[in-house]
């Protein structure tokens, strides 16, 4: 059903746009996604035959290590970050469906009664971050495979923002969400 004139009248405009702004996630994710796409690409996976002399094939040994789990990462990202966009596209374009179609009391119902699937977008998204961060520093790792120092900054500063993330999800949750 449509919206009454007195939940038209009590509608703020300024509180939709500012949920519907909220649902930014899938575009973020999708960045994201591009460039996980990339790094994928870019990366060497190819695992190579074991040899036979025993320091060599350690590191040989190591290397598939460190290129199945960049391939778990990536795949983790990607699909993640596939869940991600669609979920909150989804829920934007019906979003704006609604209002659009003067249906405010129905957004309302409707919003609320998706929060478990927005729950579900913002984990992934950060699940996202997480795996993307981790691919890029494991492709550090094997496209610079005699200076592999070189992913020292990048695991520095991805262990500074997951510390930092953590601390935010936390504060949100016992501030806004308690």
């Known amino acids: 059903g449509g919206a009454t004139a007195g939940a ?5 405009m300024g509180l939709a746009k500012t949920r519907l702004e909220g649902l930014a996630y899938g575009t ?3 960045l994201m996604m591009s460039g996980a796409l990339r790094l994928f690409s870019a990366t060497p ?3 190579m035959p074991v040899p036979d002399d025993s320091d060599l094939a350690k590191k040989v040994r190591f290397d598939h290590c460190l290129k199945i789990i960049f391939g778990l990462c990536m795949s983790i990202s990607v699909a993640l970050g596939l869940y991600t966009t669609t979920i909150f596209t989804i829920m934007s374009i019906y979003s704006k469906t609604a209002l659009g179609m003067g249906l405010q009391s129905d957004y309302y119902k409707w ?3 998706c929060w478990t699937y927005r729950k579900w977008g913002f984990l992934s998204f950060l699940g996202t971050i ?3 961060n981790a691919s890029w520093i494991l492709s550090l790792i094997l496209i610079y ?6 992913a ?3 695991i520095v500063v991805g262990l ?3 510390y930092h993330y953590n601390s935010i999800v936390g504060l949100a949750g016992a501030i806004i969400y308690s």
């Open 152 to 154: 020292l900054p990048a």
């Open 28 to 30: 973020v994710t999708s």
């Open 160 to 162: 500074v923002g997951i």
């Open 111 to 113: 919003f609320d009664a």
């Open 130 to 132: 997480l795996t993307f």
């Open 145 to 150: 495979d005699d200076i592999r120092w070189l």
């Open 45 to 47: 996976k190819k695992l």
């Open 8 to 12: 038209a009248a009590a509608f703020d």
